[in-house]
């Protein structure tokens, strides 16, 4: 263990280039650039918003012919889901759904999708109206989501989409998942930072959940159209998904799938590390020598 002990022979410019790029290496890795569709919220005035939440988006429609989701509705569905919006709504969301400035959107012409999203991920209520909405358990059951969607959705707003993963291309979704999707989310799905926002990963949405975001924009998210994600790429978009939860991880060590730039940092410093040993050992030999 001697060598461990003695005085280095790497010139002191090059330990220092070496922390550098180290340095740079882990600023580029904890980076996570937004997607192509993110955009960074606005104020009338403009300039960056000054609330935390931003700014209301109206979902987009299902295109004509494409797939949709119903839930049930009836009168007394309605009735209780009224009852339910009262008590557990309303101080954020407005009385008549018509939202309050700075805190809560307006809940007027949504449509299902976006209420069955929020509530069935417990992304709402929120303890604090500007945290951003993470998951959690649902707060409601099924038979009370169901009433809260019947009694939202009768103020109009467009059906909700939905997506079915058998019908849709592996290879294609990868291609439409780095397009679209990885820039925020990470390529297989494993979530990660952005500005003003945790970026959650994707382990434990199910298809239903990824379509209504897809044409929703949850939070910070952008939301796309049927002719930026049509129902082919979100059906194969959701059947990559799902099959991140168990890749193949073909030629060794996956790091918890968490991409491509941990995993050349870690191939850095184990490199390094290697290097490093190397020298001390070949200038241990060299004192010998002499």
């Keep these: 263990?001697?060598?461990?002990?003695?005085?280095?022979?790497?010139p002191p410019v090059l330990r220092l280039s070496l922390a550098v790029i180290l340095a740079a290496a882990s600023i580029v890795g904890l980076a996570a650039p937004p997607s192509q569709g993110q955009t960074s919220p606005t104020n009338p005035n403009g300039g960056a918003a000054h609330e935390f939440n931003p700014p209301t988006k109206s979902p987009e429609a299902p295109a004509p012919g494409d797939p949709t989701k119903s839930f049930p509705d009836?009168?007394?569905l309605r009735a209780l889901g009224y009852t339910l919006y009262q008590g557990t709504c309303a101080s954020c969301h407005?009385?008549?759904?018509?939202?309050?400035?700075?805190?809560?959107?307006?809940?007027?012409?949504?449509?299902?999708?976006?209420v069955d999203f929020y509530l069935s991920t417990g992304r709402m209520p929120l303890d604090?109206?500007?945290?951003?909405?993470?998951?959690?358990?649902?707060?409601?059951?099924?038979?009370?989501?169901?009433a809260l969607i019947a009694y939202i959705s009768a103020f109009g707003g467009p059906r909700a989409p939905t997506a079915d993963p058998a019908k849709g291309d592996l290879t294609y979704g990868f291609h439409q998942f780095t397009?679209?999707?990885?820039?925020?989310?990470q390529i297989v799905a494993r979530g990660g930072i952005t500005v003003n926002a945790q970026v959650p990963d994707l382990e434990q949405a199910n298809p239903q959940e990824i379509a209504e975001a897809v044409r929703m924009g949850p939070y910070l998210m952008p939301h796309f159209d049927a002719k930026q994600i049509n129902q082919h790429a979100l059906d194969s978009i959701v059947r990559y998904v799902l099959w991140t939860r168990s890749p193949i991880n073909a030629g060794g060590w996956g790091i918890y799938n968490i991409g491509p730039i941990p995993e050349g940092i870690v191939a850095w410093f184990i490199g390094l590390a290697a290097l490093v040993i190397v020298a001390r050992l070949i200038g241990e030999r060299m004192d010998e020598r002499t």
């Design 94 to 114: 407005g009385i008549a759904l018509q939202g309050t400035p700075g805190v809560a959107p307006s809940l007027r012409r949504v449509g299902p999708g976006p």
């Design 179 to 185: 397009l679209n999707c990885a820039g925020c989310h």
């Design 128 to 146: 604090q109206p500007k945290s951003q909405p993470l998951r959690n358990p649902p707060l409601f059951n099924r038979a009370k989501i169901y």
């Design 1 to 10: 263990m001697r060598w461990l002990t003695r005085r280095s022979r790497v």
């Design 74 to 76: 009836s009168p007394g």
